[in-house]
C-alpha cells in the first residue's frame, strides 16, 4: 500500500520555528560540547589561554595608552579600566569571529538532516561565554591585587552581558549567512575586529572623545557596551544619550541579523 512521503522542513512561521529550537536541543548542547572541545583540545596551554590573551593585550594597552600616552583613568587604576573594557569585547571579537565561519564548518551536518540552522552560529556565541567568566574571575583577582573595591553597580553585570550577547548575536547570525554565499567574508571578518578595537574604547576612555563627537561615535555599539561595563564595575561616569543610542542600534543589528539569516537559511545546503 502507498504511502504519502514524509518532508522535512524547516517551520513556516516564527511559532513554529520556536518549537523546532525546543526539539532540537539536545543537538545544541552537543554542538555547544563539540566547539569547547575543538577550542582547547591539543594546544599547548589548553584553557589558560582565555587568561593569557586578555592579560596580555591588558599589558600593552597598558603601556601604550596609560604609561607613554599618560591617558587618565579617573580613580581606578588604569590595569583595572583596560581589562574592564576587555571584558565584553574580547567576548564580542571571539564570537563573531567563530559565529562567520560555523556554518561552513558544519557543512556536513547541514547537507544531511535538518534542524534550525540558527542553532549553529548561536552554539559559537554561546561557548564565548567561558570565556568571559575567566576573565571576569581574573578581574576579580585584579581588583584584589590593587585593592580596588568595585561598586555595588557590578550587580548589572549579567543583565549587560545580555546586551552583548544580543549585539554579538545578531553580528554572527548576519556574517555567517553572507559567509555562505559570499566566501570572501572570510577575509573580512578579521579586519572588522581589528578596526573595531581601535575604535572602541577598550585602551581608553571613551571622555577624551569631544562633545559634540560623541553621539556619532555611539554609533558603534560597543563604545556604548564598554562604556557600560566600566559604569557597573569601576563606577565610571557614562553618557547616557550614547548608550541609548548604542542600545537601540544593538537591537536593530539583533531583528536584522535574525530575520536575513531566516529569509536565507533553506539555501544553505545548495550553497554549502
Not at 74 to 89: E, K, R
Request: proline content about 5%; some cysteine.
Amino acid at each position: 500500500m502507498l504511502t504519502e512521503p514524509i518532508i522535512i522542513e524547516s517551520g513556516r512561521s516564527v511559532r513554529r520555528y520556536w518549537s523546532d529550537l525546543w526539539q532540537y536541543r539536545e543537538l545544541f548542547y552537543c554542538l555547544a560540547w563539540r566547539d569547547i572541545l575543538v577550542r582547547y583540545k591539543q594546544t599547548v596551554l589548553g584553557i589558560a589561554w582565555s587568561v593569557l590573551r586578555p592579560l596580555a593585550t591588558m599589558v600593552v594597552f597598558t603601556l601604550i595608552f596609560g604609561r607613554l600616552a599618560k591617558m587618565s583613568s579617573g580613580q581606578s587604576p588604569y590595569a583595572i579600566m583596560v581589562f574592564a573594557g576587555l571584558l565584553p569585547w574580547q567576548f564580542f571579537s571571539n564570537a563573531f569571529s567563530d559565529a562567520s565561519n560555523s556554518l561552513l564548518n558544519s557543512a556536513s551536518l547541514l547537507t544531511k538532516v535538518y534542524f534550525p540552522r540558527i542553532i549553529v552560529p548561536a552554539t559559537s556565541v554561546l561557548v564565548s561565554l567561558i570565556d568571559f567568566i575567566i576573565s571576569f574571575l581574573l578581574l576579580l583577582f585584579m581588583m584584589v591585587f590593587f585593592s580596588f573595591t568595585p561598586d555595588w553597580k557590578i550587580i548589572f553585570v549579567p543583565f549587560l552581558l545580555l546586551w552583548v550577547f544580543a549585539f554579538t548575536l545578531g553580528c554572527g547570525l548576519l556574517i555567517s549567512a553572507l559567509t555562505v554565499k559570499y566566501r570572501d567574508f572570510r577575509h573580512v571578518v578579521p579586519f572588522l575586529i581589528q578596526f573595531g578595537l581601535y575604535i572602541s574604547p577598550v585602551g581608553f576612555s571613551s571622555a577624551v572623545i569631544p562633545e559634540n563627537w560623541k553621539l556619532l561615535y555611539f554609533t558603534n555599539p560597543m563604545a556604548g557596551i564598554v562604556d557600560s561595563f566600566r559604569y557597573a564595575i569601576l563606577n565610571e561616569p557614562i553618557f547616557w544619550p550614547g548608550v541609548g543610542f548604542s542600545f537601540a542600534v544593538s537591537i536593530v543589528m539583533l531583528l536584522v541579523g535574525f530575520k536575513y539569516f531566516r529569509m536565507v537559511e533553506s539555501s544553505f545546503a545548495d550553497q554549502i
